[in-house]
DNA sequence: ACGGCCCTCGTGTCAGACAAGTTGACGAAG
DNA sequence: CTTCGTCAACTTGTCTGACACGAGGGCCGT
């Protein structure tokens, strides 16, 4: 988590590769919707101008996301949302790039609100001496930033956003559970568009945000597991403004009264 | 998550989800280690006794897994643990039987803590009057079966878990977002072990199950999305007291000092 | 109108072959 | 003896052609 080289080497994507990213989209755009049959493989063959074999290999990588079922004698289908593999990195990836995420973003930052309230909590309990001097190097970077320039350009930003990033991946290292922090790293590259988008609708973001960074050190410093769940909360709430009406507010006095006797069954 | 009937038509794996399924397992029980390199694709197909195309679309999959690279020339080779997709439910339902899940176990519990208190949190705020309804129903049968047998038996054991099992759904139902669902269902077969154990293991166990459910209820019911969580917590702990020592225990004051102030760097 | 048979289509599996990249060993040069 | 370059063997990636088997739809007879 707190170490974001790329990957070791890229070798370029094999054909099947290729011809799975393709068909990966055309799903999660829509093109071909979950219940019809997907072209036959003979026909993807002729479309991408491969050997059926590439094409089998292809439809199989669909297969273990979850995208498709396909059985012998019958043409394969694209399967019901509900069996997709939703944290499979591949799906996320096109999810993201083909801007098919609105539907789940809100569900997402949800999730990462609950991920990180929690993690801040164990990071409470857990965290050594060592973690605790790099957060704090993180915030102090975030406050020299804030105080030596006037005015966030988009450079600023960026590296504000690092520190950001750093920081809370510090947190989740803290809690010791490799599964907290692999589910963070799964959805971050959606959470990465978020938080800029948060920091440069507001003016006064990055204070605001060194703020809720400070509570969260503080809570975790003093080993106060409420006090941190809390304030990663709330942190997070803010975040993510940008449609926070559309979230929950339980911290303060939801206003979902009108939901809530309605969806009879 | 209501609704856990089996799957629609359960057709014979193909061979090369056969064979997968081998290869998963061998990897997953250490029999070919991180960076070790994998037989051969013509030595698979002499072992197992298929053609080439078969192994390809086996290896594939594990491709997809995340559990071995591939590239041309140079033997496919185990991945290193940092890179295996944790969530796919091909790798989780391997690690179950072969009972490699101990390593994992605890973080997954902790990860279920920390999503279901978030989703209590957040059924609060949504819940609808049906869904309040269905939730006293379970905790009705709860209680009905409390009353009327004297001594637990295996068979009243089931069904009191089926009961426990179909509240949580109903809890993450309630929640509207299907990513939390989601991730309870993958892990949701180990949970279920650790729920029958925790529940013979102690003779008071039923009663104290029910006494944590209905704290749950009252909190979602109210619309207290801080009491929902908070009993939520309390609930799971107990549902994980067989270890509950090793995790953390930040709502009780973390005996956690010793830890504190080790593991530099 | 209904039910059973057959034919067609599509996936599952096999065999053999070539292309392309990697690795390691061997040999030549310094 | 060390070092570097070349080559050969191995492995994965891709292609071709073919057959088996299950599913679905249309046709025909009742």
């Given at each position: 988590m707190a170490n974001d080289e790329p990957a070791v080497t890229l070798r370029s994507p094999t054909l099947s590769e290729r011809i799975s990213d393709a068909l990966v989209r055309r799903i999660v755009r829509g093109e071909i919707q979950p219940g019809d049959a997907m072209p036959s493989e003979e026909e993807l063959a002729t479309q991408f101008d491969v050997s059926r074999p590439v094409v089998r290999e292809a439809v199989k990588e669909l297969t273990v996301i979850g995208l498709v079922e396909s059985r012998q004698g019958r043409s394969t289908r694209v399967a019901?949302?509900?069996?997709?593999?939703?944290?499979d990195p591949r799906l996320i990836a096109a999810r993201i790039d083909t801007g098919a995420f609105d539907t789940v973003l809100l569900e997402l930052l949800e999730l990462r609100r609950v991920i990180e309230s929690g993690a801040a909590g164990l990071a409470a309990g857990r965290r050594t001496s060592p973690e605790l001097a790099q957060m704090e190097a993180e915030i102090g970077a975030m406050e020299e930033m804030l105080a030596s320039v006037d005015s966030f350009e988009a450079d600023d930003i960026d590296h504000f956003t690092d520190a950001d990033i750093r920081f809370h991946g510090l947190v989740l290292d803290a809690t010791r559970n490799h599964l907290l922090i692999r589910l963070i790293e799964l959805i971050g590259p959606l959470l990465r568009v978020g938080r800029r988008m948060s920091l440069e609708r507001r003016p006064d973001g990055p204070a605001e945000s060194l703020h809720g960074h400070q509570a969260i050190l503080e809570a975790i410093r003093s080993g106060d597991a409420a006090a941190a769940r809390q304030s990663m909360r709330e942190h997070l709430s803010w975040t993510a403004n940008l449609r926070l009406d559309e979230?929950?507010?339980?911290?303060?006095?939801?206003?979902l009264a009108s939901r809530r006797e309605s969806t009879p069954g």
């Open positions: 019901p949302e509900r069996d997709w593999n939703d944290f979230l929950d507010d339980d911290d303060r006095g939801a206003p």
